[in-house]
C-alpha cells in the first residue's frame, strides 16, 4: 500500500498522541477529517431534478435552530457530501460538506454563525457575510 506523506503524517501523529494519551481516549476519537455531526436517517432523503428533499420526520436533529446533519448522494458514480443545517425556525441551508483548504469534513456552529473545518487548522467560514 502506497501511503503519501501528507496521510503518513496523519497517521503517525495520531498514533504518537494515542500512544501517550492511552487507548481510551482514542478509541472514543473521531477519524481525522470526519465531523460528529450526526449522518442522515438511512433513506431519508432524496434528489428531485436540482432540489434535495429531506424528511424532517427522520431526520429531528434538522426540526430546531443549530441542528445538522451530514449526507451523501450518489449521482452517476460521483459522491457529492453534503451539510444540511438549521438556522432559523424553517430556514434550512445546504453546503457542500468539504473544506475548500484540504477538504476535511465540516461542522456548523449555530451560536457561531459559522461552519468551521474539522481539521487541525479548525479553517472558519462566517454565514454573516454576504458575497
Known amino acids: ?49 436540482n432540489s434535495l428533499v429531506i424528511d424532517l420526520l427522520k431526520n429531528t436533529a434538522l426540526k430546531t435552530p443549530g441542528g445538522s446533519v451530514k449526507l451523501s448522494i450518489i449521482n452517476n458514480k460521483v459522491i457529492t457530501k453534503i451539510l444540511v443545517f438549521c438556522s432559523n425556525f424553517g430556514k434550512y441551508k445546504a453546503v457542500p460538506n468539504k473544506c475548500t483548504h484540504g477538504g476535511m469534513e465540516l461542522e456548523y456552529k449555530h451560536a457561531e454563525k459559522i461552519i468551521r473545518c474539522v481539521s487541525f487548522g479548525k479553517s472558519e467560514f462566517d454565514l454573516t457575510v454576504k458575497y
Open 1 to 49: 500500500m502506497n501511503v503519501g506523506r501528507r496521510d503518513f503524517l496523519k497517521i503517525s501523529g495520531c498514533a504518537i498522541i494515542c500512544t501517550t494519551t492511552g487507548t481510551s481516549l482514542c478509541g472514543a476519537a473521531q477519524p481525522f477529517g470526519v465531523s460528529t455531526t450526526l449522518k442522515a436517517a438511512e433513506e431519508s432523503f432524496s434528489l428531485e431534478g
